[in-house]
């Protein structure tokens, strides 16, 4: 890596946390039991490729993975993880995925306070927190299999139930499967069902 690159990973890709730990985790050990033989999987806002890699490795899922930020895409890349730039889940086929995870941007960011760089877009989820989980459940449906899955990241600070029903308007079951404390907010990853 030259040192320009890794000056923009640094700055401007979100890299692993304990956020990206127990999503990998959750959908490893989902998928492991569960998707089929081979599943396709996508990651939407893959930022390093951390999570799409753990599936890769320790499942036998095919991943891809998509992300907004032209840094995190080659990153990705680096990584070994075929990966486009994209918005959610705009380019991919009907019907095509078995699995799609999901670490949003989820914290709740007065407008007044919004900074306008690669890292806001992985960490800000607007005023309430779900301004890109919002029409992430709006638009999953479209390419997930119809007895396909979603893993969703979402935190107490974005509001829990919340999500659950916005997950529910959008015909989607959605139940805890994983979670941890932390002493300023609660993370759960949420498996969503039809
Ligand atoms: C919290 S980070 C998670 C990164 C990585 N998946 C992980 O768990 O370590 C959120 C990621 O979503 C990406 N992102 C934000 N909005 C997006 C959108 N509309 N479409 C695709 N990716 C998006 C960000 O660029 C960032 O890489």
């Known amino acids: 890596m030259t040192l320009r690159e890794r000056r923009d990973v640094e700055t401007?890709?979100?890299q692993p946390a304990e956020d990206s730990e127990l999503l990998a985790d959750a959908a490893c050990d989902r998928l492991e039991n569960g998707a089929g033989d081979g599943p396709l999987v996508l990651e939407v806002g893959t930022g390093s490729g951390y999570v799409a890699g753990r599936i890769?490795?320790?499942t036998d899922s095919r991943v891809v993975a998509s992300d907004l930020n032209p840094h995190a895409v080659r990153q990705a890349r680096r990584e070994g993880v075929e990966t486009v730039r994209a918005d959610l889940v705009s380019p991919f086929a009907d019907d095509a995925f078995d699995a799609v995870v999901f670490n949003p941007p989820y914290?709740?960011?007065?407008?007044?306070?919004?900074?306008?760089?690669?890292?806001?877009?992985a960490l800000s989820g607007g005023e309430d927190g779900r301004a890109v989980i919002d029409p992430f459940l709006s638009s999953v449906g479209r390419v997930l299999a119809p007895d396909g899955?979603?893993?969703?990241?979402?935190?107490?600070?974005?509001?829990v139930d919340e999500v659950v029903e916005r997950a529910g308007e959008n015909g989607f079951s959605a139940v805890a499967v994983a979670d941890e404390s932390f002493p300023f907010e609660t993370l759960t990853v949420l498996e969503l069902l039809r």
């Open 107 to 121: 914290l709740p960011t007065d407008p007044d306070n919004e900074w306008d760089d690669w890292m806001e877009h």
């Open 149 to 159: 899955v979603g893993y969703l990241l979402v935190s107490s600070l974005t509001g």
């Open 56 to 58: 890769a490795d320790e």
């Open 12 to 14: 401007d890709v979100y």
